[in-house]
């Protein structure tokens, strides 16, 4: 099982000279991956309707995490990346497809996409997107994306998008995988479509462990191979590095294939505070 961790962009303030530290410490631990959130835009949560409902507000900052994946592929050799999530269907498509191929061209196939549906319609609204076609247009995404990686040249005349008789050069040099991120609403679309799922820690190891166990099985209705399909934990537990190691076992056992964990709250005011959290971690679960 891959053990990484969670890129703590609201706690770190923007501040691009926190990247490469981090990034260069997370190698250094033995972590294999680096996974990182994702919003263009933070808004005003106040005086709307409906309601807003997710954690972030115009206060909190966020690098783009393909952008910020190609400069830490350029100063790291071995770590991966992973987008978890990227919100896939407020942003085009194609460029989606060139941004990612590059980055895991350039980072010698280092790229795992995690991509979702997100809950911030003014983010939607200010990219030119629907937010209310959301779910359909990924799926459809999710194929396009696939052919744009692998076919010579691509034909596709969907409902949200039209490619006609043409090629994303040069394509990477093998199929990106991607993977699905959000709730139970999430779940058909990956049995159906995605190579794995990204189960958020917020609700504790045993609820993630029993939608795993959901998961699983209608991947199997769909004729598919759970043995190739990842999963992943992301570990957002505040009770002590016990607690932590345990959750990883959990997952463990449960036949999950990555965990990443997030240092996001837990009262750690500067980049070498995280690191030294993570060493921590690094030294409970015996990654070096």
């Known amino acids: 099982m891959q053990i990484g961790a969670v890129y703590p962009q609201i706690e770190l303030a923007g501040d691009p000279r926190a990247v490469r530290r981090f990034g260069l410490a997370l190698e250094d631990l033995g972590f294999a991956h680096l ?27 966020f690098h783009d995490p393909l952008v910020m994946f190609a400069y830490l592929a350029a100063v790291t050799e071995r770590i991966q990346f992973a987008t978890g999530i990227l919100v896939l269907p407020q942003r085009q498509t194609v460029l989606v497809a060139r941004q990612a191929a590059d980055v895991d061209l350039l980072s010698g196939g280092r790229l795992r996409l995690g991509v979702g549906v997100g809950w911030n319609y003014v983010e939607y609204e ?13 799926e459809e995404q999710i194929e396009l994306l696939r052919r744009l990686f692998t076919e010579p040249v691509v034909d596709f005349s969907g409902r949200f998008d039209r490619v006609h008789r043409a090629a994303l050069v040069p394509k990477p040099a093998r199929p990106i995988p991607i993977w699905l991120g959000g709730g139970e609403a999430a779940f058909d679309r990956a049995a159906r479509l995605a190579d794995g799922f990204i189960f958020f820690g917020s609700s504790g190891i045993d609820d993630a462990v029993d939608a795993w166990s959901r998961l699983r099985e209608r991947v199997r209705s769909h004729g598919r191979s759970v043995e190739n399909f990842g999963a992943e934990y992301v570990a957002v537990t505040r009770s ?18 990555h965990v990443s964990v997030a240092t996001m709250g837990l009262g750690l005011d500067s980049v070498e505070g995280h690191i030294d959290y993570l060493g921590s971690v690094a030294e409970a679960l015996s990654l070096s």
């Open 240 to 257: 002590g590095l016990g607690e932590l190691a345990a959750e990883v076992e959990a997952w463990r056992a449960a036949g999950g294939t």
């Open 126 to 138: 200010a990219l030119g997107q629907d937010f209310r076609t959301r779910g359909a247009r990924q």
């Open 35 to 61: 996974l990182a959130y994702d919003h263009v835009l933070g808004a005003v949560h106040a005086d709307r309707t409906p309601q807003l409902s997710g954690p972030y507000t115009e206060l909190d900052p």
